[in-house]
């Protein structure tokens, strides 16, 4: 094989691993399967050394990393479970936004209800360039559209999400996709191929050339004059195919006929037989020339290797095969036999009974390179060390400053991207996207779930350990605003290039924060994916994204009517603070709004303060004597004072006693502060339930109004009429787009 192809597919040095492993060369299809087996995207091979620091148990985890979606008990009673994952659909989105994003929905879709459970809630985390440009307008707008298209088809609700607007995303935009379903303890299904002899059965849509070599394309970087020829990589998707496929498969369950059974995804055919396979210690062969083909003269390379989503491979029970089939059949899937489960632990594919390929398994996944990618601390780190904030000059019109931040792509609501979303289908959703975490019901019981995304990337990019623990401590504190106790994460880490010794570094001090707030915070990590290499050659430079460790964390209401809001909910209610402002800018929106850009050292978090925090205010939220609740996050304080009186259009009058320059004290982002309102007659109560906790609380205002006031030291300083800052916060993004 000449030394073109190979290294189309693999490094030199691997190649010559995989010579040695084997004892020979392998020939071109095995090649392909070695390609997307020793991916960065399938093998974690730069990144696995570094993930089992991440705590993965707790009493209430079911089912932790290594299956298709990881798994929390909900209700111990009635043994509910939740599966849920979050996954990267990058380069894909950039290169195809409609087609990318809207592939990336199913996906994950698939990962849930391959588990046994069924989907009733998706989310997002947009990361995407500056608006000025007219490209990531259409990007934007391309993004948007995929995930709408396919949630609302497919009839799953899209609850709620985050978006993010930086110039590190210009040419490489981040779509990140979860889903979350439910499912009774006694019926979740594993992808663990059992049972020599068992049929391996082949169900659902066609296979094509569309998506072959996906998972190699996520797992290296482009230049964006590639950007055309990388289409034929990306997917394409059919909604309404998944919906029956989701049935088709959650009614196959039920047959008690299915021994193993997985998704398709990245590496298709490839990454779901091996897998299962490595699960179960078992071989597996298949006759390729019997996969349903929508394309004429596919071959042994292609179909091992497309990417064509809506389809599934099944581990059947011997003499079940055609109830099985049957099943699929009866909701218009294709559904046939393809292979067989072997004793010998191997790979063994057969083209018209010829055998094509052959390897063993632990070839393909144990033997897969581990690499330990050197990393150093980047040289901007100790220059942000010098940063001097009393350069910036204090503005004169703090008014216009309030509303240029709210009406910040970033800040200003995000109503024209979910309004196209249906977060209502199924009928679970209680809390709508827009507040801090999204609240669904569990039918049947008293049970609800909460669910926050969150990462402030520009947080990891100044400090990344201290940013990696404020992404877990901020999706957390998200989900205990909305009443509920924070249970576990699942995350998507989106990083550079790990070839470079300070994109490592980042890498490694994220998840080093990540791991020390999941170990304090009782949130385990129970699932996840690494999607390296985001970054796009532009000219002669790179370009990186900001180290950009996505978390959701899912939470367990005990009572769904005890769920809170943001919103102020009556006039004359008594606005409290909880937690302490010290008035840091670092990496704020703020600052990026008067420089142009972030710099400074971030900002720290005090994990073992948060975790008071947090366990405080759901057990005064239980106690009922919390109207509303907000974390204060990006614009700080003022922005989040405004935020809360838009739901109800109820102004508020604040009056701050810090000594701390006005505008740090405003807008400045430090983390473990919390917006409370309770009624008058509970302000005693809830002053002296926080003193018990040792956590600092201060009466600062009182809901009211028509405007929106805050003064510093009885000097006034902003006074705006919340219908006026509602406008601007809610149009803006439009108006961009």
Same mark, same amino acid.
């Given at each position: 094989?000449?030394?073109?192809?190979?290294?189309?597919?693999?490094?030199?040095?691997?190649?010559?691993?995989?010579?040695?492993?084997?004892?020979?060369?392998?020939?071109?299809?095995?090649?392909?399967?070695?390609?997307?087996?020793?991916?960065?995207?399938?093998?974690?091979?730069?990144?696995?050394?570094?993930?089992?620091?991440?705590?993965?148990?707790?009493? @209430?985890?079911?089912?932790? =990393?290594?299956?298709?979606?990881? &798994?929390?008990?909900?209700?111990?009673?009635?043994?509910?479970?939740?599966?849920?994952?979050?996954?990267?659909?990058?380069?894909?989105?950039?290169?195809?936004?409609?087609? %990318?994003?809207?592939?990336?929905?199913?996906?994950?879709?698939?990962?849930?209800?391959?588990?046994?459970?069924?989907?009733?809630?998706?989310?997002?985390?947009?990361?995407?360039?500056?608006?000025?440009?007219?490209?990531?307008?259409?990007?934007?707008?391309?993004?948007?559209? %995929?995930?709408?298209?396919?949630?609302?088809?497919?009839?799953?609700?899209?609850? %709620?999400?985050?978006?993010?607007?930086?110039?590190?995303?210009?040419?490489? =935009?981040?779509?990140?996709?979860?889903?979350?379903?439910?499912?009774?303890? $006694?019926?979740?299904?594993?992808?663990?191929?059992?049972?020599?002899?068992?049929?391996?059965?082949?169900?659902?849509?066609?296979?094509?050339?569309?998506?072959?070599?996906?998972?190699?394309?996520?797992?290296?970087?482009?230049?964006?004059?590639?950007?055309?020829?990388?289409?034929?990589?990306?997917?394409?998707?059919? =909604?309404?195919?998944?919906?029956?496929?989701?049935?088709?498969?959650?009614?196959?369950?039920?047959?008690?006929?299915?021994?193993?059974?997985?998704?398709?995804?990245?590496?298709?055919?490839?990454?779901?037989?091996?897998?299962?396979?490595?699960?179960?210690?078992?071989?597996?062969?298949?006759?390729? *020339?019997?996969?349903?083909?929508?394309?004429?003269?596919?071959?042994?390379?292609?179909?091992?290797?497309?990417?064509?989503?809506?389809?599934?491979?099944?581990?059947?029970?011997?003499?079940?095969?055609?109830?099985?089939?049957?099943?699929?059949?009866? @909701?218009?899937?294709?559904?046939?036999?393809?292979?067989?489960?072997?004793?010998?632990?191997?790979?063994?594919?057969? @083209?018209?009974?010829?055998?094509?390929?052959?390897?063993?398994?632990?070839?393909?996944?144990?033997?897969?390179?581990?690499?330990?990618?050197?990393?150093?601390?980047?040289?901007?780190?100790?220059?942000?060390?010098?940063?001097?904030?009393?350069?910036?000059?204090?503005?004169?019109?703090?008014?216009?400053?309030?509303?240029?931040?709210?009406?910040?792509?970033?800040? !200003?609501?995000?109503?024209?991207?979910?309004?196209?979303?249906?977060?209502?289908?199924?009928?679970?959703?209680?809390?709508?996207?827009?507040?801090?975490?999204?609240?669904?019901?569990?039918?049947?019981?008293?049970?609800? &779930?909460?669910?926050?995304?969150?990462?402030?990337?520009?947080?990891?990019?100044? $400090?990344?350990?201290?940013?990696?623990?404020?992404?877990?401590?901020?999706?957390?504190?998200?989900? !205990?605003?909305?009443?509920?106790?924070?249970?576990?994460?699942?995350?998507?880490?989106?990083?550079?290039?790990?070839?470079?010794?300070?994109?490592? @570094?980042?890498?490694?001090?994220?998840? *080093?924060?990540?791991?020390?707030?999941?170990?304090?915070?009782?949130?385990?990590?129970?699932?996840?994916?690494?999607?390296?290499?985001?970054?796009?050659?532009?000219?002669?430079?790179?370009?990186?994204?900001?180290?950009?460790?996505?978390?959701?964390?899912?939470?367990?209401?005990?009572?769904?009517?005890?769920?809170?809001?943001?919103?102020?909910?009556?006039?004359?209610?008594?606005? &409290?603070?909880?937690?302490?402002?010290?008035?840091?800018?670092? %990496?704020?929106?703020?600052?990026?709004?008067?420089?142009?850009?972030?710099?400074?050292?971030?900002?720290?978090?005090?994990?073992?303060?948060?975790?008071?925090?947090?366990?405080?205010?759901?057990?005064?939220?239980?106690?009922?004597?919390?109207?509303?609740?907000?974390?204060?996050?990006?614009?700080?304080?003022?922005?989040?004072?405004?935020?809360? !009186?838009?739901?109800?259009?109820?102004?508020?009058?604040?009056?701050?006693?810090?000594?701390?320059?006005?505008?740090?004290?405003?807008?400045?982002?430090?983390?473990?502060?919390?917006? &409370?309102?309770?009624?008058?007659?509970?302000?005693?109560?809830?002053?002296?339930?926080?003193?018990?906790?040792?956590?600092?609380?201060?009466?600062?205002?009182?809901?009211?109004?028509?405007?929106?006031?805050?003064?510093?030291?009885?000097?006034?300083?902003?006074?705006? =009429?919340?219908?006026?800052?509602?406008?601007?916060?809610?149009?803006?993004?439009?108006?961009?787009?």
């Amino acid at each position: 094989m000449d030394k073109k192809t190979i290294e189309s597919h693999v490094p030199m040095e691997e190649y010559k691993k995989i010579v040695k492993l084997l004892g020979r060369e392998p020939n071109l299809v095995e090649l392909g399967i070695f390609s997307a087996m020793w991916s960065e995207h399938c093998s974690y091979k730069s990144s696995r050394a570094h993930l089992s620091k991440f705590p993965t148990k707790a009493p @209430w985890v079911v089912q932790g =990393p290594g299956e298709n979606a990881g &798994i929390i008990m909900i209700d111990e009673e009635k043994e509910i479970c939740a599966a849920f994952k979050v996954e990267s659909h990058n380069h894909p989105s950039f290169i195809e936004p409609f087609n %990318g994003a809207a592939t990336g929905v199913g996906g994950i879709l698939r990962d849930v209800f391959t588990m046994g459970a069924r989907p009733i809630a998706c989310m997002n985390s947009l990361r995407f360039g500056e608006l000025d440009d007219p490209k990531m307008k259409y990007i934007v707008k391309g993004v948007v559209s %995929g995930i709408s298209h396919y949630g609302n088809c497919v009839g799953v609700p899209t609850v %709620g999400g985050e978006v993010y607007f930086d110039s590190c995303y210009q040419t490489n =935009p981040l779509v990140n996709a979860f889903a979350l379903g439910l499912v009774e303890k $006694n019926k979740i299904f594993y992808a663990k191929a059992a049972g020599v002899g068992n049929p391996v059965i082949y169900v659902g849509s066609k296979t094509g050339r569309d998506g072959i070599h996906g998972a190699t394309m996520a797992s290296e970087e482009f230049s964006s004059e590639e950007e055309v020829e990388k289409k034929v990589n990306v997917q394409v998707g059919d =909604p309404f195919v998944e919906k029956l496929l989701i049935e088709a498969c959650l009614e196959a369950m039920e047959t008690d006929g299915i021994v193993a059974i997985q998704d398709m995804g990245a590496a298709g055919l490839t990454s779901s037989s091996v897998e299962m396979a490595s699960r179960g210690n078992v071989g597996i062969k298949l006759e390729l *020339d019997k996969v349903p083909t929508r394309e004429e003269g596919m071959t042994p390379y292609e179909i091992m290797l497309s990417e064509s989503q809506e389809r599934m491979l099944v581990v059947c029970e011997k003499g079940k095969e055609d109830k099985i089939m049957n099943v699929f059949k009866k @909701w218009g899937l294709d559904a046939c036999i393809i292979g067989e489960i072997i004793e010998e632990p191997v790979i063994k594919l057969l @083209w018209h009974g010829d055998k094509v390929a052959e390897l063993p398994i632990d070839i393909l996944t144990e033997e897969s390179p581990v690499y330990y990618r050197p990393f150093k601390m980047p040289s901007y780190i100790k220059e942000n060390m010098k940063y001097d904030p009393e350069i910036i000059k204090e503005p004169e019109d703090y008014n216009e400053i309030t509303k240029k931040l709210l009406s910040s792509p970033t800040i !200003a609501s995000k109503r024209w991207i979910y309004q196209q979303y249906d977060h209502m289908v199924q009928i679970n959703t209680t809390v709508y996207p827009g507040s801090d975490a999204s609240v669904l019901r569990v039918k049947g019981t008293e049970k609800g &779930i909460a669910i926050s995304s969150d990462c402030n990337s520009r947080y990891c990019y100044l $400090n990344p350990y201290e940013g990696g623990k404020i992404a877990v401590a901020e999706a957390a504190r998200n989900v !205990a605003c909305s009443g509920a106790t924070p249970r576990a994460i699942t995350d998507c880490l989106n990083f550079g290039s790990p070839e470079d010794p300070e994109i490592m @570094w980042q890498f490694v001090k994220c998840t *080093d924060g990540m791991a020390d707030a999941c170990k304090i915070l009782e949130t385990p990590v129970v699932s996840g994916n690494v999607s390296f290499y985001n970054e796009t050659v532009v000219g002669n430079k790179k370009r990186a994204i900001y180290p950009t460790p996505t978390v959701v964390c899912v939470g367990v209401l005990e009572n769904i009517n005890n769920r809170m809001t943001k919103d102020f909910k009556n006039e004359g209610d008594i606005i &409290i603070l909880l937690g302490e402002n010290t008035g840091n800018i670092s %990496g704020s929106e703020y600052q990026k709004l008067i420089e142009g850009k972030i710099k400074g050292p971030g900002r720290t978090i005090d994990l073992t303060f948060e975790k008071n925090l947090q366990k405080s205010l759901v057990e005064a939220i239980s106690k009922g004597f919390i109207k509303s609740a907000h974390d204060i996050s990006e614009g700080g304080l003022a922005v989040t004072l405004f935020e809360s !009186a838009f739901g109800n259009k109820i102004g508020f009058e604040v009056n701050l006693e810090d000594d701390i320059r006005t505008d740090f004290l405003l807008f400045g982002e430090e983390q473990s502060r919390i917006i &409370i309102t309770v009624s008058p007659e509970y302000v005693d109560e809830a002053l002296e339930f926080f003193k018990k906790k040792t956590i600092p609380a201060k009466v600062i205002g009182k809901t009211g109004g028509q405007n929106g006031r805050i003064l510093h030291k009885n000097k006034e300083i902003i006074d705006i =009429p919340i219908t006026e800052a509602q406008t601007v916060y809610e149009q803006s993004l439009e108006e961009k787009l």
